[in-house]
């Protein structure tokens, strides 16, 4: 992990990011542009499909079925969202580790402290997603533990 050093015209020390790790800048590269065509395609998602109601409509009824009933009714699309959430955001952390080997023989605590806040940011992104969501869920599914798919859906 040597910081290769070429000599300038001028005569100053050119500085450039190790070889080495030509792998992972190209990693790195290939995730930042997967993360970015995988966020337009969901944001073009969230546009072109159904998505649940938050309050009132024809979804929203007693015993707080409209989430279950939502998820049962656009299971694919449902699956696909989440994927396309979780998946770019993966992605990224890649990027921050790719940025930390790229930008270290500048400034190794600000490359660190950069690539640290990077990924513990994109870390903490995903809990309430989880946290909520898998409580919500369990919640949901515990009140109505013995109803079946096909009967929430009749519910309407």
Do not use: N
């Not at 970015?36 to 072109?48: D, E, K, Q, R």
């Not at 400034?107 to 995903?126: E, Q």
Request: charged share 15%; proline share 4%; aromatic share 8%.
């Amino acid at each position: 992990m040597e910081t290769l050093r070429g000599e300038r015209a001028s005569g100053e020390a050119e500085i450039s990011a190790d070889p080495s790790w030509r792998g992972l800048y190209r990693a790195g590269g290939v995730s930042a542009v997967l993360f970015v065509v995988l966020t337009v395609v969901s944001i073009v998602l969230a546009f072109i499909t159904p998505q649940p109601q938050s309050s009132g409509g024809s979804l929203m009824l007693p015993d707080e079925v409209a989430t279950l009933q939502y998820i049962a009714l656009h299971r694919s699309v449902f699956i696909l969202d989440q994927i396309l959430f979780v998946g770019p955001v993966v992605l990224t952390m890649v990027v921050f580790l790719a940025l930390y080997v790229a930008l270290k023989h500048l400034s190794k605590s600000y490359a660190a402290v950069g690539a640290v806040v990077g990924i513990v940011g994109v870390v903490l992104s995903l809990v309430p997603f989880s946290i909520v969501g898998g409580l919500v869920y369990l919640r949901l599914r515990g009140s109505h533990l013995g109803r079946t798919t096909c009967q929430l859906c009749d519910r309407r």
